[in-house]
């Protein structure tokens, strides 16, 4: 077991609440980019285990965090996975998984500012699974085997820019500065009694509006990293938003506004705090 943490760009693992340098740990500089420890990520079993004998940097509650996946070379978003989600959007649930990508450039940590780009600014939180391992055409029984470790995402979404068109253009929506904050740990998927079944929620400013497990799911993680293999290699580090549950803003017709503070948790994982200040809104055509 291990979770991967990103402190000031650097791996670390956290033991006990405490976070100790990964590189430090394994006498190996190179591990030091979170990016090459995900790529290396069935080494840092044994490492987490190590960590006893070295010294902590420091207690997690109190260190600030970067994403665990900061240079992902791919962000897979996955809509309508939630059978609840898809009958307050009024929608059928898809045949195969509805996918849109959240450009890189929108990753963010745990605690990032979300800068808001409009009025009709929304929340979806996600789990989130880490690929770990280059592949391509992966069956499904073998899916967990490529998948480094699970996190937590919010999946930003500015649902004006994003229905702006006739069809609907996810990916600009969704990938606005910071849109895609992720943490606060890469938690090893033998962490979990069962990953297929993880509770998660979502409140805004105090109130609680998603509330779900990741069992409901309509397309399992399994199922999501073969079909997503089967047409695109994966490569370790890739990002897969799998989907939110219902409870989203736009179904209730209630936005994010400056100031309101996005709280995010999933159990095993841990949870995203994001505020909400103000943005700038896309250049109009």
């Known amino acids: ?46 490492l987490s285990d190590h960590c006893a004998g070295s010294a902590p940097g420091g207690d997690v509650d109190t260190t600030p965090l ?21 009958a307050e959007s009024g929608l059928e ?15 963010a940590g745990p605690t990032a500012d979300v800068p808001l780009s409009g009025e009709m600014v929304d929340w979806e939180v996600e789990i989130v699974a880490v690929i770990g391992s280059r592949c391509s055409r992966v069956d499904r029984d073998r899916a967990w085997d490529v998948v480094a470790g699970l ?15 006739t069809p609907p253009q996810f990916s600009l929506g969704k990938s606005f500065p910071a849109y895609a904050p992720i943490g606060p740990a ?17 409140d805004v400013s105090g109130e609680r509006m998603q509330s779900a497990r990741s069992s409901q799911m309509i397309f399992s993680i399994p199922t999501l990293v073969a ?24 179904a209730r017709g209630r936005f994010l506004a400056e100031g309101d503070v ?19 809104g896309p250049v109009s055509p």
């Not at 937590?152 to 820019?161: I, K, P, T």
């Open 1 to 46: 077991m291990f979770r991967l943490l990103n402190v000031s760009g650097r791996s670390a693992l956290e033991v006990d609440g405490t976070w100790f340098d990964l590189a430090t740990v394994a006498g190996d500089e190179t591990l030091a980019d979170p990016m090459t420890a995900i790529a290396r990520s069935a080494e840092l079993h044994a």
């Open 227 to 250: 079909y997503l293999s089967s047409i695109c290699t994966l490569e370790p580090g890739d990002l897969i938003f799998t989907g939110t549950p219902d409870g989203v803003g736009m």
């Open 66 to 86: 970067g994403p665990p996946s900061p240079r992902p070379r791919q962000v897979f978003g996955i809509g309508v996975n939630y059978a609840d989600h898809a």
């Open 93 to 107: 649930a898809p045949p195969a998984p509805l996918t849109f990508t959240k450009f890189p450039s929108a990753v």
């Open 151 to 165: 996190t937590l995402g919010q999946d930003v979404s500015d649902r004006a820019v994003q229905f702006t068109n």
């Open 262 to 280: 996005i709280e995010s948790g999933a159990e095993g994982i841990g949870g995203l705090t994001n505020r909400c200040v103000a943005g700038l």
């Open 186 to 202: 890469l938690v090893s998927v033998d962490s979990f009694d069962d990953p297929d079944d993880l509770a998660l929620w979502c």
